[in-house]
């Protein structure tokens, strides 16, 4: 553990990774964080903390970190902009008679330089001769075996660790490289420390849980970093969030465990920002995602991964922006707006990258419901309604051109089924698709964007083309949201209503379905939609294929929208 660990430490970056982990050293150890890293200039000082030196005397001191990356040598010391030198001075000349609380003026100051690699040995002389020249101030270097060394024994307790969980954080960590990889060993670690977590009836032992679950995932997450596979990150990310909710509500609420959730939700954001950043250029190039893919099939399937993905990332941001805007104050006023501008450049971007990959049109699995839920909502969520309304129209035109034409329509997730499907013409042409969930989802969709003309068209289709086919919907019961976490809820839960008919008027089925909605709808008592962390079950029905709950949708039936039809 404690090598992995030191290659964890190493890889992190000076901004927004090692900052961090150096933060939560100094909160173990009773600090408290009085200014947080800021991009751009700070005169030096990326962390401003006071509390009693835990490494020295027990006094209670000023703290003034610089952070920098790697080992120090003379090329950093003071051989470049933002050297460690030119870091010093600044602290000494500028922040400390300027910056520093008047609170805290008569505490001795400690300045010190925290970096995850060597002091090279050439360079010793000239931090002797530097520091001894300022005997007022005191000085400290944390190279990266003591940031491993405070890592280890204040936020892992890894002397507690079992040797079976120490062997699965081993496993997962050797097993990221592979594309193919299950995840098996990371669900033991999330098991084994699930179980500890309901088991002890400790809230000290409960919160140590908690953070080791983070930290631990957060390793893990690097690691998918530096195998060059954030999709994997993304994925245990997922698993991981999911599971701290459940944990999160099987016993008492208490307000630290509430910070943790949030620092939870924060680093899957992180994740997902992460993984959008470096696929983002390909959302303007045309058929940008079917370049490394051999047949329409994996087309297809990829461009539904990456707009669920997509999705996912601004419907969690919308997710924050609505925490935000019930905070005080500008700060979270300006922090609202900001998440919510970024939820729009996602919109768009996925826009853009279902404008050029047109496969996006005809699904090929009838469970890519799932992804075109999310998109309409987030566009809906954004009032974006026309976007939405233009995408529906697209989808019914080419599902009903495709099956027209080819024969092709969404199916039940079966990929031996639908790869004979795809490849052979007179399998598709004898094939009784039998039942569809997708097509009742478009049509609950028109109505909610209220276009009578889309909803008629649709029953159109359903009434001339595909008379065969059953209308389906699902919906979750009260033993769903304990599935929904770790498995698909539609496998063991809830129930499919067949048979649907549809009225001639859009109006009189929409009163049909809101009557249902009103008198059944076991989500609404969920705890993540009681509690407003809606987005806890969009990410279970991205990450396990559980059908988006109707709640999700029906609930904007009563909305008055207004949208133009497309000509």
Known sequence: MKLILAEYINSLKEDGELDKVIQDILRANGGEIFSRPERGRQYGVDIYAIGKDFTDDGKKKV??????????????????INSVRQS???????????????QHKKLPIKIVVAYNGLIKQSLQQNWKGYTSQYPNFEFALWEGDFLVEQFQHNLLNESGFSNKLRSAVRKTIIHLENRDYQFGDFVQILDMLEKEFKTTKYRKTKLRVLKEMRLLV???????????????????SEKYVLRLWSMFI?????????????????????????????FSFIVDIKDGLGRSVGDALAYGTVVYEQIGIWCETALFYLQMYEFLTTGEGESAEQAAIVHRDRATILAYEAIRLINNNQIFYTPRYDDHLIEIHMLLMLLYKLDLKQQALDILFGLHKHIAEAHSFSRIFPVHRDLRTVAELEANTDVRIGYDYNSSYLFTVLLEWSMVLNSPRLYASLKGVKDKLLKEITLLLWFPDKETESKVFTENGNNDSGYALSGIDLSESMQNYKELVVEEYEHNCFEKDFSFIKESYWAIGLIASRHFRTHIFPYYWRKFLKDDVQTAEPG
Not at 218 to 236: M, S, W
Not at 255 to 264: D, L, P, Q
């Open 218 to 236: 957060a390793v893990v997450i690097k690691y998918c970093d530096e195998a060059d596979n954030l999709l994997h990150a993304v994925k245990c």
């Open 63 to 80: 703290f003034l970190i610089t952070v920098k990356q790697g080992d120090l040598d003379r090329q950093n010391w003071d051989g470049e």
């Open 88 to 102: 010093l001075d600044e602290i000494r000349e500028v922040f400390i008679p300027n910056n520093l609380a008047p």
């Open 250 to 278: 099987s016993g008492k609420p208490e307000k630290e465990f509430t910070k943790e959730v949030v620092e939870g939700f924060y680093l899957h954001r992180d994740t997902l920002e992460k993984y959008n950043a470096k």
